[in-house]
């Protein structure tokens, strides 16, 4: 039902930065609380950002100061804004739309490698 798609990862330096995409199809799109999950290898998946209906941000601790998770309602699309990065934030990033009632969906998910 909702496809997500997420575009923006790419390989960057310590210290630099990337701004990731998530467009979802939902016309609805603003009853979902919408965030930011990341896999490193041989790690288990992980929650980097949340945003909800309102605008209501929950950020991991280890990201914290340093990403912003946004919404467009507009636009049915959702940011994330990885400033300073490090090389331990490398991994896949995945974009998720949760609804209270229709459950959760998953984009394709999009690789960010901080390395130099």
């Known amino acids: 039902q909702v496809q997500l798609v997420e575009s923006g990862g790419g390989l960057v330096q310590p210290g630099g930065s990337l701004r990731l995409s998530c467009a979802a199809s939902e016309s609805a799109f603003i009853i979902y609380t919408m965030g930011w999950y990341r896999q490193a290898p041989g790690k288990q998946r992980e929650l980097v950002a949340t945003?909800?209906?309102?605008?209501?941000?929950n950020y991991a601790d280890s990201v914290k100061g340093r990403f912003t998770i946004s919404r467009d309602n507009t636009k049915n699309t959702v940011y994330l804004q990885m400033n300073s990065l490090k090389p331990e934030d490398t991994g896949v990033y995945y974009c998720n739309a949760q609804h209270l009632m229709r459950g959760d969906y998953w984009g394709q998910g999009t690789q960010v490698t901080v390395s130099s």
């Open positions: 945003i909800g209906r309102i605008g209501s941000t």
